[in-house]
């Protein structure tokens, strides 16, 4: 049982490149989500699924794609990359989305991206 | 913008002290209150948590008081370690919601 597992762990792009950050867990949890973490700010929910084919935005949602093919899997996209992306992303999962306010948010380790 | 307040940013304790860390909310339709650790390099964890229908609960050294008619929350950690030296993160979600409301994170630092 691995949890919520997050690739890469770093990435370095220059800006207006594209990429997907991995997330996959395997807990069998209905609902999963993209944070991000900068510095004085929290923690801010980028995108959210409530299972697969299903997603949201959340509160900083822009210059980010997301899908939900099935239950394990919720990569997020970076379009075109910009300086202000610079972050640390977190993948969280809870158990039951529709039990959510019951649910502990179980995240995964981050993947720090730099975009120059 | 339903937001958490914070603070403070970071603290400093003598090893064996209380840290206290403060979390005030807005929205009164948040019914669930985590609190989150977070060691550098590590993705937050769930430390404590406490509903509205309760003032106070304890799980060891790490205490929630909750102040339902002021719309705050805090975090005591009592006998201070410097194992406990980390970011913790107050949160406030809601029934029906999918959205987790954190607070800025206060860095703890304790001094042995």
């Known amino acids: 049982n691995a949890g919520v597992t997050q690739t890469p762990k770093f990435q370095v792009l220059k800006t207006g490149q594209s990429m997907t950050l991995q997330c996959a867990q395997d807990m069998n949890h209905e609902y999963m989500s993209w944070y991000r973490q900068d510095p004085g700010m929290g923690l801010r929910l980028i995108h959210y699924?409530?299972?697969?084919?299903?997603?949201d935005q959340g509160e900083v949602p822009n210059g980010y794609n997301v899908s939900r093919s099935t239950t394990e899997d919720f990569p997020l996209r970076l379009l075109s990359a910009a300086p202000s992306q610079t972050s640390v992303y977190f993948c969280a999962s809870i158990i039951n989305g529709l039990a959510l306010n019951t649910g502990e948010l179980f995240f995964g380790e981050g993947s720090r991206l730099t975009v120059l | 913008q339903q937001q958490v307040k914070q603070s403070p940013q970071s603290l400093i304790v003598q090893k064996g002290g209380i840290s206290i860390i403060n979390c005030a909310y807005e929205?009164?339709?948040?019914?669930?209150f985590p609190w989150y650790q977070q060691f550098p390099g590590k993705g937050p964890a769930l430390l404590i948590a406490?509903?509205?229908?309760?003032s106070e609960k304890k799980e060891g050294r790490f205490t929630i008081s909750f102040n339902k008619s002021a719309k705050q929350f805090s975090l005591h950690i009592m006998d201070s370690q410097p194992g406990d030296s980390a970011t913790y993160f107050c949160?406030?979600?809601?029934?029906?919601?999918?959205?987790?409301?954190f607070g800025t994170g206060t860095r703890l630092k304790v001094l042995a």
């Open positions: 406490i509903r509205p229908d309760v």
């Open positions: 699924s409530v299972g697969a084919g299903i997603t």
């Open positions: 929205n009164t339709a948040f019914d669930y």
């Open positions: 949160a406030a979600t809601g029934s029906g919601t999918y959205k987790y409301i």
